[in-house]
């Protein structure tokens, strides 16, 4: 397995364990990190897990299903989150998280969580991870 695999392996491995978090809910010191809501995101998981399996079994298409479903994932989290810290309406938002773990705590507007700050962060990391494993094939099929 070349190295580049083995990167996209590791970002993506480490994406699924931190979001699978997200199915059993975690706390930290009686802080909240994450709520259960595996009844609202596990679509998401088991889409993302089976996207996964299938860029290890079959990079050939896999690769390619991984790659539409972190762009769709992270499009999707970016218009659920950042897009409404930017442009609002952010009250929802702050009473629904107002019990999560703050990294940049505000009583204005809207900001994203410590959970879902490095959710982002590593879906960004898999996403470039895959892309990095496509220019890298592509680099290497080219010089044949």
């Known amino acids: ?6 990167i996209a392996i590791i970002l993506n491995s480490a994406l ?6 997200d199915m ?9 990190l994450v709520t259960r809501s595996y009844k609202e995101d596990g679509i998401y ?9 299938s860029f290890l079994l079959k990079d050939r298409i896999g690769k390619y299903l991984l790659l539409i479903w972190l762009l769709i994932w992270f499009v999707t989290q970016f218009y659920s989150h950042w897009y409404v810290t930017i442009f609002g309406p952010w009250e929802g938002k702050r009473r ?3 019990h999560t773990i703050k990294l ?3 009583d204005n507007i809207y900001i ?3 959970y879902h700050i490095v959710l982002h962060i590593l879906i960004l990391l898999s996403l470039g991870g895959v892309i990095a494993f496509l220019f890298q094939k592509r680099k290497r099929s080219s010089r044949k």
């Not at 397995?1 to 083995?6: E, G, I, N, T």
């Not at 699924?16 to 978090?21: A, E, G, N, R």
């Not at 059993?24 to 909240?32: A, N, Q």
């Open 16 to 21: 699924l364990v931190w979001f699978f978090l």
């Open 96 to 98: 629904f998280f107002a």
């Open 1 to 6: 397995m070349d190295r580049s695999k083995r």
């Open 112 to 114: 994203p969580d410590l």
């Open 104 to 106: 940049i705590p505000s």
């Open 45 to 53: 998981f088991i889409i993302f897990a089976l996207a996964l399996l």
């Open 24 to 32: 059993i809910g975690v706390s930290l010191g009686g802080d909240l």
